[in-house]
């Protein structure tokens, strides 16, 4: 193998450690306990409601966010006041820029190398990157094709993973903004409950639903099974 696979095996697999963390990390956010969705209860469940009053819900506008991220990554997160995600969204671009900014400039030299050494260029031999040297004085010519194709690849997956990342940061705003129309009602209830039916030998369960403001008198509904 040539020279710089090792390094391009390590940063290859740093990266894609740093792809797994960002998506655990993006799938967990969907859980905070500042989300207006929380887990179902065994007493209750979530209903969405609108209000009509709501000026909130009436401004808050989940095209925005997506269109905003979309432009300008973080944007949308800002929309949605979501501002701890922003150095995660950038931490990743980044991270996916540095690896390919390292990837082309190796890909660069090694094709400049590769070239030279196969036209015999001797005018063009100490224009040669020093680390390449020894693959000129040895005539390694299927070395430097090697090198100059697995960084050509290195490079075409960075920009996946670059494209990746943007639109996990489109996906994350748009769904932000839709969960903050729904909410909670601790009005509305779902319980189950054992039932001994009068007829005899039988026996069954009760759904009781129950909904209204008025927690002294709900109106109930109940089916038997």
């Known amino acids: 193998m040539y020279w710089a696979l090792p390094a391009v095996k390590a940063s290859m697999k740093y990266l894609c450690i740093f792809i797994g963390f960002l998506i655990i990390t993006l799938a967990a956010s969907a859980q905070q306990s500042d989300s207006t969705i929380r887990i179902m209860s065994v007493d209750s469940f979530a209903v969405r409601k609108k209000p009509a009053n709501d000026s909130l819900t009436k401004k808050h506008q989940p095209r925005k966010a997506t269109i905003r991220s979309a432009i300008l990554p973080g944007w949308g997160q800002a929309y949605n006041k979501k501002y701890w995600k922003i150095p995660i969204v950038y931490a990743a671009l980044g991270t996916t820029a540095v690896v390919f900014d390292y990837n082309i400039k190796q890909y660069k030299k090694i094709k400049f190398a590769y070239?030279?050494?196969l036209n015999q260029d001797t005018a063009n031999y100490p224009n040669v990157a020093e680390e390449l040297q020894p693959f000129i004085e040895q005539n390694a010519l299927s070395a430097l094709r090697n090198g100059r194709n697995e960084f050509r690849r290195n490079i075409d997956y960075t920009v996946l993973v670059f494209i990746l990342f943007w639109g996990l940061n489109v996906v994350d705003a748009t769904v932000d903004?839709?969960?903050?129309?729904?909410?909670i009602s601790n009005d509305l209830s779902l319980k189950i409950k054992p039932n001994i039916n009068t007829l005899p030998n039988t026996g069954g369960i009760t759904l009781a639903l129950t909904?209204?403001?008025?927690?002294?008198?709900p109106k109930t509904i109940k089916k038997v099974f």
């Open 115 to 117: 070239f030279t050494l």
């Open 177 to 183: 903004a839709h969960l903050k129309e729904f909410d």
């Open 211 to 217: 909904f209204g403001k008025n927690q002294n008198a």
